[in-house]
Nanobody, 123 residues
């Protein structure tokens, strides 16, 4: 069993930056694919980024070049550094873990989820 807890959300002006953190408790973190997803009001949850156990990454086109996902296995933590934020980045951001390490872009493939952290970007 893995528990995830996100932090670092908040209100920022367009062009600003935030760093989200997701702390994992339980065993096996280093073997999990860790993903970030987001959900805006009245929209479906969408993929943002994923990092494999190897450290390789995949990003959604909408955040490529602006967001960076990273992980620190010693701290059981995954990060999402967000730069040049836009109003359309406003959403609740969720951290998710997938045992087995496959870097799926589908939220249905993830087993464990955090409670989410709100990111609001004002124009």
């Amino acid at each position: 069993q893995v528990q995830l807890a996100e932090s670092g959300g908040g209100l920022v002006q367009a062009g600003g930056s935030l760093r989200l953190s997701c702390a994992a408790s339980g065993r096996g973190f280093s073997a999990y694919a860790m993903g970030w997803f987001r959900q805006a009001p009245r929209k479906e949850r969408e993929f943002v980024a994923v990092i494999r156990p190897s450290g390789s990454t995949v990003y959604a086109d909408s955040v490529k070049g602006r967001f960076t996902i990273s992980r620190d296995n010693a701290k059981n933590t995954v990060y999402l550094q967000m730069l040049t934020l836009k109003p359309e980045d406003t959403a609740v951001y969720y951290c998710a873990a997938r045992p087995g390490g496959y870097a799926s872009l589908r939220y249905e493939d993830y087993t464990y989820w955090g409670q989410g952290t709100q990111v609001t970007v004002s124009s």
